[in-house]
């Protein structure tokens, strides 16, 4: 059985950090390319980072360019998100996923992967 699961979610206060874990089992993902998506409540899926499989490549969305810093340990099967300088609509559910269709084969932003983890809430207080 291929789970993801996430953890590392909280409350924090504006400006603050929190670093999230995306635990990979039932298989090796060293091939895969990993993301992170967010939604808040009543809003659409975010795409929001990638990484591909050896680290060598990483893309963002816009708004958390310089602020996030997603990351993987191959040997662990595990990929992070450092998340910092946190405001208010940082405030989401954040899933990991994974797709072994590689890192051009469909835009990163679309939700098109083939496993995806539960979820681990943040929210940031202003």
């Known amino acids: 059985q291929v789970l993801l699961v996430e953890s590392g979610g909280g409350l924090v206060q504006a400006g603050g950090s929190l670093k999230l874990s995306c635990a990979a089992s039932g298989r090796s993902f060293s091939s895969y390319v990993m993301a992170w998506f967010r939604q808040a409540p009543g809003k659409e899926r975010e795409f929001v980072a990638a990484i591909n499989y050896g680290g060598g490549n990483t893309a963002y969305t816009d708004s958390v360019k310089g602020r996030f810093t997603i990351s993987r340990d191959i040997a662990k099967n595990t990929v992070y998100l450092q998340m910092s300088a946190l405001n208010a609509e940082d405030t989401a559910v954040y899933c990991c996923?994974?797709?072994?269709?590689?890192?051009?084969?469909?835009?990163?932003?679309?939700?098109?992967?083939?496993?995806w983890g539960q979820g681990t809430q943040v929210t940031v207080s202003s």
């Open positions: 996923a994974a797709k072994g269709s590689g890192w051009y084969a469909t835009p990163l932003s679309e939700p098109r992967y083939d496993y």
